[in-house]
């Protein structure tokens, strides 16, 4: 478990601030201890995206949407025999670019038309993702941009990893104050930082797109970390 800390000690004494306009009364502060702590969790992920996506090609834009149109539907028609509800997949981006020749001293011309089509389809079983990138293949996908794993428990587990935190935090705080010659007091301030939600990132290639074979997924483990820091009040010993 990694963690650090950072001490802060302002001892208790009257200072006189002079200033050109006037001089302030004396001010007391507190002594204060302030920690840094780590904490970590792991977590297996039972969640994940898919980005499934259709390119065609045509010399004009009507057969080319056209047969965009149809690979996409019966795409979208297997990933729902599968099991999959209206409410996992949606249209990520449609896009309609011209393929331009360009020659020396002549006007650049279009060639053709390119159509991109992409669904998203969230699902709620890791064990389905082996199958959908099969069945969507099968239909006519030839982009699968990127493969996403979550957990839907990550709140929890990051929860557990800054209860963590906090007592690493306190524990650091402690054992300076006992060097100091004093005891922790109450605390006065503690801050976390905040972390996305933790997405591990796979990137398909060609090679594993035009497999014939089952497509073998393993998600692994993500390790969720999190950091607190805290401030509590120092009490020299008497």
């Keep these: 478990m990694r963690h650090t800390m950072t001490v802060l000690f302002a001892l208790a004494s009257g200072t006189l601030i002079p200033s050109a306009m006037s001089a302030q009364a004396p001010s007391t502060t507190t002594p204060q201890i302030t920690a840094?702590?780590?904490?970590?969790?792991?977590?297996?992920?039972?969640?994940?995206?898919?980005?499934?996506?259709?390119?065609?090609?045509?010399?004009?834009?009507?057969?080319?949407?056209?047969?965009?149109?149809?690979?996409?539907?019966?795409?979208?028609?297997?990933?729902?025999?599968?099991?999959?509800?209206?409410?996992?997949?949606?249209?990520?981006?449609?896009?309609?670019?011209?393929?331009?020749?360009?020659?020396?001293?002549?006007?650049?011309?279009?060639?053709?038309?390119?159509?991109?089509?992409?669904?998203?389809?969230?699902?709620r079983r890791i064990d389905e993702v082996g199958k959908v990138i099969d069945a969507a293949l099968a239909k006519g996908a030839n982009e699968i941009s990127s493969l996403q794993f979550w957990s839907s428990k990550a709140d929890s587990v990051r929860r557990v990893a800054m209860a963590e935190a906090v007592t690493n935090a306190r524990a650091d705080a402690e054992a300076i104050a006992r060097a100091a010659g004093g005891s922790l007091g109450q605390l006065l301030e503690a801050t976390t930082t905040a972390f996305p939600r933790p997405i591990q990132e796979l990137a398909l290639g060609k090679a594993q797109m035009?497999?014939?074979?089952?497509?073998?997924?393993?998600?692994?483990?993500?390790?969720?970390?999190?950091?607190?820091t805290a401030r509590w009040a120092f009490v020299p010993a008497r």
């Design 36 to 123: 840094t702590g780590m904490g970590e969790a792991s977590v297996s992920p039972d969640r994940a995206t898919i980005f499934v996506g259709v390119q065609t090609r045509a010399t004009t834009v009507g057969p080319a949407a056209t047969e965009n149109a149809r690979r996409q539907r019966a795409i979208l028609d297997t990933l729902k025999s599968l099991g999959l509800g209206a409410d996992q997949l949606s249209t990520l981006n449609y896009s309609v670019t011209p393929e331009m020749q360009y020659s020396p001293n002549q006007t650049p011309r279009v060639t053709g038309y390119v159509v991109r089509n992409t669904v998203r389809a969230n699902l």
């Design 210 to 228: 035009a497999a014939a074979a089952p497509t073998p997924i393993e998600p692994g483990e993500q390790t969720i970390s999190v950091t607190v």
